[in-house]
């Protein structure tokens, strides 16, 4: 005879908290039923653990003319309950009680009225309350529904079949098979075997233990018993007596409705493929690279980087060309400020957002559709393998956020601009210096007009100093304009190799910025839901331990 064994594995409180937050974690995925259902198993194992735990709840169940109120009877020692040939005769819950009035707040959560104590002439049964359910096969709508009620609250099923109707497809189908990992916490009892042979009896117990094996109940204690001959009777309460005596049927019926409700949440929706696709239900982190490279083309970024090369250069030109000849530059708008980059980003203050957008050109038909192949990309990778729920989230999560990607893009292209506009600290110089030459050839223009004028004038020289055959008029003159020019050009061509490094530079940063734009939008969404769905299954697995 199987008895009732404690299980090794986690508490029963903390499966309760991995079901609740399985259950929240399915929410929005899972259909709203399953979700609901795995809330109230959670809630009435918190209610029922806070109850009397000394009190084991056993249920007579079956179907019309089993003899259970018979049994009900017999195990109370007087008649409690009315038997008669009109069916159905039991039409509401009824307890005995073997402890008087100490399961009260636990019949009051069951909602059973009827109660009677059975007298202290069976010791061995203190603690037991035991129910006479309606027929689960009623004609009677309600007293089927308080079958179905109780079966879910009840700590020990008794399940009563008799000769005629022990393989009624009605039980198995409807109780027994969806209650297979309830084998811990129920019986079968093949009551009135008066009524055949003993040859008989020995084959339909053979048969009703082949059909609960078939329902996934193999090893449950199955006792022929007759309420009216006594047959089986002494077997069957020293078995009661057992599993009252070991104070455990009520947390492991609980355990076995976590179990039950799990399994329910794992398989709510498509099943999961056994062979899933390489990183199925993991970020691909080449799908990071294609993501910026199309979010990249699509900002404009070659023309941001190219504008700022060419502006850099322009600059460069208006600050350290020869003043005589620079001013014509500043005709010439700076490709940077042309996309409004030069004009939003100088002006940002340190930690300030961008206010505005760039002038850089909308994207084209072809690189929006590169955007979104990306985007889609992905979140077919990431959902590679998972369930159909799950999988489908994760592709909504890639696209959450994609309306304000466009602008976070702008934002992001803009910022790091900024830095393409700073001025290298030996343009000062240059400048400073190509106006002292500027100044050297004025004074020596000066001084030559000078000269010319006495001469004009017939009036005396004055001793000219010269240097070697030059003099020092011309030299100054002539050594300034040549001076600035030489050094304009030594400066540009300076400004085209440091526009070069400088485009490089923004093009990285653009990047790295662009990246995480995309990361942001479109993987840190994708990720959390993989997150997730980690959670679940871990709280899901650890339910089912």
Known sequence: MKLLRRKEGPSLDSRVAALLEAASLGEGRLPEQTVSAARAVAERAGVRRALSIDHTVAALAGATGSGKSSLYNALAGEDLAAVGVTRPTTSTAQAALWDGEGPGPLLDWLEIPQRHSVPAA??????????????????????????????????????VVDPQKYADAALHDRYLRPLAAHHDVMLVLLNQVDRLPPQAVDRCVRDLRRLLE????????????????????????????????????????????????????????????????????????????????????????????????????????????????????????DPLRRLRLGAIAPARKPGEEIVGRTSAPAASAVQRAQVETAIRDVGEAAASGLPGPWAAAVRQAARSRSQDLADAVDRAVATTSAGATRRPRWWRAVNILQWALLATAAAGAVWLGVLFGMDYLRLPQPPLPTLGPVPWPTVLLAGGALAGVLIAMLSRLAAWAGGRRRARRTAKALRTAIGKVGKEHVLDPVDAELARYAGFTAALDHARA
């Open 122 to 159: 069976t010791p061995d049964l203190s603690g037991l309350v035991l129910l006479d359910l309606p027929d689960h096969d009623s004609i009677r709508l309600s007293h089927r529904l308080e079958v179905d009620r109780l079966v879910e609250l009840v700590d020990l099923l008794v399940w």
């Open 214 to 333: 078939e329902d996934g109940l193999a090893g449950v204690p199955v006792l022929a018993v007759s309420a009216r001959t006594g047959t089986g009777m002494p077997e069957l309460r020293s078995l009661l007596a057992d599993r009252v005596a070991e104070r455990t049927a009520w947390s492991a019926r609980l355990a076995a409705d976590i179990t039950t409700t799990a399994d329910h949440l794992a398989t709510s929706h498509a099943p999961i493929d056994p062979a899933p696709a390489a990183g199925g239900g993991k970020r691909a982190a080449g799908m990071e690279k294609a993501l910026t490279a199309a979010l990249s083309e699509a900002a404009g970024v070659p023309l941001v980087v190219e504008a700022v090369a060419k502006g850099h250069r322009h600059r460069a030109v208006v600050a350290t060309g020869w003043p005589v000849t620079r001013w014509v530059r500043r005709f010439r708008p």
